[in-house]
């Protein structure tokens, strides 16, 4: 699978900004997904996973109440909603798919995961 990531831009302290990530290929329900993200001098750090079914997601604790993320099967896209966003929010965002056999199995381990998007920068001002 190809991944496309997009939505990334400048926002203010307090703002949203809705991510997409697009993929290729007919077997995207057998995919979990995955945003990661790395900020300047960072190791890449987990944000969010989702499920292959859609029914698990599990979030790191620096973004959670705060970014929702949802799957759309039929157009082959996964979304991260990033609301009331902060300035240590700074990084480029990665959508990531791995293979995954159980249904509702979710995964913070980007080792895990195959394939990967090309990143989209998301910077937040305070």
């Known amino acids: 699978v190809q991944l496309q990531a997009s939505g990334g831009g400048l926002v203010q302290a307090g703002g949203s900004l809705r991510l997409s990530c697009a993929a290729s290929g007919r077997t995207f329900s057998s995919y979990a997904m995955g945003w990661f993200r790395q900020a300047p001098g960072k190791e890449r750090e987990f944000v969010v996973g989702?499920?292959?079914?859609?029914?698990?997601?599990y979030y790191a604790d620096s973004v959670k109440g705060r970014f929702t993320i949802s799957r759309d099967n039929a157009e082959n896209t996964v979304y991260l909603q990033m609301n009331s966003l902060k300035p240590k929010d700074t990084a480029l965002y990665y959508c990531?798919?791995?293979?995954?056999?159980?249904?509702?199995?979710?995964?913070?381990?980007?080792?895990?995961?195959?394939?990967w998007g090309q990143g989209t920068l998301v910077t937040v001002s305070s």
């Open positions: 989702f499920s292959r079914n859609g029914g698990s997601t």
């Open positions: 990531a798919a791995r293979i995954e056999y159980i249904p509702y199995r979710v995964s913070a381990r980007p080792v895990e995961y195959g394939y």
